[in-house]
C-alpha cells in the first residue's frame, strides 16, 4: 500500500469497520483512522498494510502487526483487519491477502500467522478453515478509560 491508495482505502476501511457494528454514532473517531493510516505508511512501526488491486481498484485490505510472545522467540503476526469489497467477494481476494500475510510474516522471520472474526462470520470461516487451523480459543476483552492527557 501507498499514500496514493488513501482514497480508495477509505471505503474499504469504513466497509471493515461497519461489518463490525462500527459506523454512524459507533464510527471510530476519526484520529484513529489518521493514526492508523500514518503508522501503515511509517517504516519505523510494526503496523503493516496490504491492499489487493484489480485494473487499478482496490478490492481488499489486510491489516497486521508483529509483536513478542512469552511461547516463541520470535515474534508472531496478527492479521487484526481483513476485508473484500463485496462487489469482490467468492473470486479469491480473501485467500490472496491471507497468503500475502503468510508470505510477509514469514520473511519477517515470524513463525506464526494468527488472527480472530466473530462466530457469526460464516463466509469469512468457511476461507478460514480452508486455510489455517481454528485452535478453540475464545477471546475475551474488557475496555479501559484512559485519563485524558
Partial sequence: MTAQDYEQWRPLWDGYNAFYGRHGETALPERITEASWA????????MH??????????????????HRSTTRLDDVCYLQDLFTDPT???????????EAVYSAAQAAGSSRVYWQTQVTNAPGRALYDKVAQHAGFIVYATELK????
Fill in 39 to 46: 503508522r501503515f505508511l511509517n517504516p519505523a512501526e510494526p
Fill in 88 to 98: 469482490h467477494r467468492g473470486r479469491g481476494v480473501g485467500r490472496m491477502l491471507i
Fill in 49 to 66: 498494510a496490504l491492499v489487493s488491486v484489480e485494473d487499478e481498484t482496490l478490492t481488499g485490505l489486510a491489516h497486521f502487526l508483529f
Fill in 146 to 149: 484512559i485519563p485524558p492527557a
